[in-house]
């Protein structure tokens, strides 16, 4: 198979599903082998999803005939130079500009359209690597527990857009500048989680964990999809959190798409993933994983907002 050699640099990469072992991936080569999955046959038969049809007007073409003998294929991989660096904020609070191209907006929607149809995929956060899903789906989500090899007792967080998304999804009990002024960021706020959300997605708490990552990614997948993603890190349960696609290439073989965001930090503070606060008990804060941005998070809560410190779970 020829080798496709691309800069890596930060720019995003788009990977469809393999189900072979092999993968091998150099800091400027990728090798890839390709076939259809029976997850999304089942699904296709009122869709044509052959080539580009299924993803836009792109340059990932990808081979669609369904045969149930493993092919060599070689992905051209797209480039996105700029659009898919986090989101930074100036000292006025106002986010940066970004540029935005064709490219960058058909990566999303066929990301969202993977998801839509019961995938599991990898994306870039603003503190490390997740794999994602769709909350309401409940096949793809016990497949998330699947691919993760995690207890079904640990809960998972969902990732909306906006702030208004955090009401329909849980019950508020903080003023919404208690909101703003921690997201976009690397905060997970727990609240009691409303009716509307899959009742399998969680089922032994009435807790809900929710983000919205300072990653413009992130944010546009979610206004994409119109719906929370089911998001967790993209790990073995247990491993360290990733900075780079590779080092959980070992995935790569469960998964329906991976989007390469390059090394997301330099620090291993960001391994420790987004801080999860439960806010749900009004007044009070309580810090269930320091994770990243605890420091921050707790002034903000304490000094700021005038919340009190719980440390007992057991009045949550």
Same mark, same amino acid.
């Given at each position: #198979? ?5 800069? #890596?640099? /930060? ?21 890839? !082998? %390709? ?7 089942? /699904? ?12 836009? %007007? ?7 005939? #369904?045969?149930?003998?493993? /092919? ?12 898919? !660096? ?16 064709? %490219? ?17 995929? &990898? ?16 096949? &793809? ?7 993760? !090899? ?24 903080? *003023? ?7 997201? *976009? ?14 009742? &399998? ?9 929710? /983000?919205? *990552?300072?990653?413009?990614? #992130?944010?546009?997948?979610?206004? %994409?999809c119109e719906s929370p993603i089911a998001l967790t890190s993209a ?17 790569? *073989? ?39 941005? @605890? @420091? ?6 304490? @000094?700021?907002? !005038? ?10």
């Amino acid at each position: #198979m020829t080798a496709i050699t691309r800069s #890596m640099h /930060r720019n995003f990469y788009l990977f469809y599903r393999t189900l072979v072992s092999g993968i091998t991936v150099n800091k400027s080569t990728i090798i890839y !082998q %390709e076939r259809v999955y029976p997850r999304f046959k089942s /699904r296709s038969s009122s869709t044509n999803r052959s080539n580009s049809s299924y993803f836009g %007007e792109t340059q990932f073409q990808f081979h669609r005939t #369904m045969s149930s003998a493993l /092919r060599n294929k070689e992905v051209r991989l797209q480039m996105l130079p700029n659009a898919f !660096q986090p989101i930074n904020n100036t000292n006025d609070g106002l986010a940066v500009d970004l540029t935005m191209d064709k %490219e960058y907006h058909e990566v999303v929607s066929s990301c969202a359209q993977c998801l839509a149809s019961g995938g599991v995929i &990898a994306v870039p956060t603003d503190t490390i690597y997740g794999v994602a899903c769709m909350a309401q789906n409940s096949e &793809a989500t016990n497949l998330l527990y699947e691919i993760k !090899q995690r207890n079904y007792k640990n809960p998972i967080a969902i990732s909306v857009a906006r702030i208004d998304d955090i009401y329909r999804w849980s019950k508020v009990t903080v *003023p919404r500048q208690v909101l703003e002024d921690l997201l *976009p960021g690397p905060v997970t706020v727990v609240f009691e989680r409303s009716l509307e959300l899959n009742p &399998a997605l969680n089922p032994h708490t009435h807790l809900v964990g929710i /983000r919205i *990552p300072g990653h413009k990614f #992130m944010q546009d997948l979610a206004k %994409e999809c119109e719906s929370p993603i089911a998001l967790t890190s993209a790990n073995i349960s247990g491993a360290s959190s990733c900075l780079r696609i590779e080092e959980f290439d070992s995935l790569w *073989p469960h998964l329906d798409l991976v989007v390469n965001g390059g090394t997301l930090s330099d620090s291993n503070e960001s391994r420790l993933g987004s801080t999860v606060v439960d806010l749900s008990v009004p007044g009070t804060y309580r810090i269930i994983r320091p994770g990243s941005a @605890e @420091e921050s998070t707790s002034i903000c809560l304490q @000094e700021k907002h !005038q919340l009190k410190k719980s440390t007992d779970p057991a009045k949550r």
